[in-house]
């Protein structure tokens, strides 16, 4: 279905994507995963050519994209794209006719996934008199309408409540079944573990590990021990033979050192704690990727570091729109000063009014290609 080869993309001095590679396949759940500015955003966008990619191949079966096929897609952006005074069922008919989808046809499908999410009784409510979960459920249904082939979803699970996250996974296990190749994009791990079927995890632009979920968990081997308990389990950390141990209040995941040791740790841990569970498995997905891209900069201190603990805070270049703008700004500030400067007391107040609107407008212009320049990285 879709083919990415050597994706890359440079945005001035940073390179957002770099040599990303994915084959999806139809009826196929596919998990695109990394931390916080990992470059998953712009490998998407840049996959449905929202942004031109600077090289690489961009293919739907077999043949390079155009923007016809759009309308083949589904896509379901992390930050909400709706107009926010108009009607739900205007809404949702608006976006289906964007995809070429118009009639009766249409209009009964979408109050039927309205039925479906619970939003039958809100179709002429305005949108901005939903909640955040409602208005989640709203734009999720302008991704489905046109019965795309294929749907991409940037972080889905966003907004929605335990019972609709089970809403929204039985939705996709059923898109999969009617053969909807499915890319979804998360950092909610247990449900990629319970999904998808393959995965890539990009860090920094780069993909650093892909291919099927169960073979990917078979690679890290059976060394990941499982362990509920009653009591403190703080000592689990320090015990020999544990390798890295995320413990919590009565549950701990323990990365044994060697395989075959675990029969040592329980009669060491009996003692100590009331367990409940002893479980040797593979190990977890969230294991997995802190163990690949590795634990948050301030969890990897050095223990005896001396005073504060200092955060340095990456810098960005700044980008050709936003040095545009803000030249833009500086001129219309300094043509209003002249102005000011120079005018005679007779000439009132209206042209320097004027050059104010121009500030302000100049000032919410940059304002706007800053967020944008944030919101793509």
Same mark, same amino acid.
């Given at each position: ?11 001035? @001095? ?35 050519? &929202? ?15 155009? @923007?016809?096929?759009?309308? &083949? ?216 990727? &802190? ?23 990456? @810098? ?15 001129? @219309? ?25 121009? &500030? ?18």
């Amino acid at each position: 279905m879709l083919t990415v080869r050597n994706l890359r993309k440079e945005f001035d @001095t940073v390179v957002a994507v770099d040599g990303v590679s994915l084959t999806v396949e139809r009826g196929e759940l596919f998990g695109l995963l990394g931390p916080n500015g990992a470059g998953k955003t712009t490998t998407i966008r840049t996959a449905l050519n &929202i942004i031109r990619p600077d090289s690489g191949e961009i293919l739907f079966d077999g043949q390079p994209f155009t @923007t016809g096929m759009w309308n &083949i897609i589904g896509y379901l952006p992390e930050e909400r794209g709706l107009y926010r005074k108009s009607r739900v069922i205007t809404t949702l008919l608006y976006f289906a006719a964007l995809k070429g989808k118009k009639g009766e046809e249409v209009r009964l499908s979408a109050y039927e996934w309205l039925e479906k999410l619970g939003l039958a009784d809100r179709a002429e409510a305005r949108i901005d008199e939903l909640s955040k979960g409602n208005q989640q459920k709203i734009q999720l249904i302008t991704a489905l309408l046109h019965d795309p082939q294929l749907l991409i979803l940037d972080e889905p699970f966003s907004g929605f409540d335990p019972v609709n996250q089970i809403v929204l996974k039985d939705i996709l296990m059923d898109l999969r079944r009617k053969g909807v190749a499915i890319i979804f994009s998360t950092h909610q791990m247990e449900q990629v573990e319970k999904m998808c079927d393959n995965i890539c995890l990009i860090n920094k632009g780069k993909p650093v590990l892909q291919g099927p979920l169960k073979q990917i968990k078979q690679q890290y081997g059976r060394n990941s021990v499982h362990v509920e308990y009653e009591g403190d389990g703080t000592f689990l950390k320090a015990l020999p033979g544990v390798r890295k141990a995320d413990v919590y209040q009565n549950y701990a995941e323990l990365e044994l050192a060697e395989p075959g040791r675990s029969g040592e740790l329980l009669k060491t841990i009996v003692g100590r704690l009331d367990v409940r569970k002893f479980e040797l498995l593979e190990p977890s997905l969230h294991s997995i990727f &802190i163990s690949v891209v590795g634990p948050p900069p301030e969890a990897s201190l050095a223990p005896d570091q001396s005073g504060p603990a200092k955060i340095s805070r990456p @810098t960005r270049a700044i980008s050709a729109k936003v040095k545009k703008a803000i030249a833009s700004l500086a001129l @219309t500030i300094i043509v209003a000063l002249l102005v000011v400067l120079t005018r005679g007391e007779e000439d009132g107040w209206a042209i320097p009014a004027i050059l104010l609107g121009a &500030i302000l407008l100049s000032g919410f212009r940059l304002l706007k290609v800053i967020k944008a320049e944030g919101e793509g990285s």
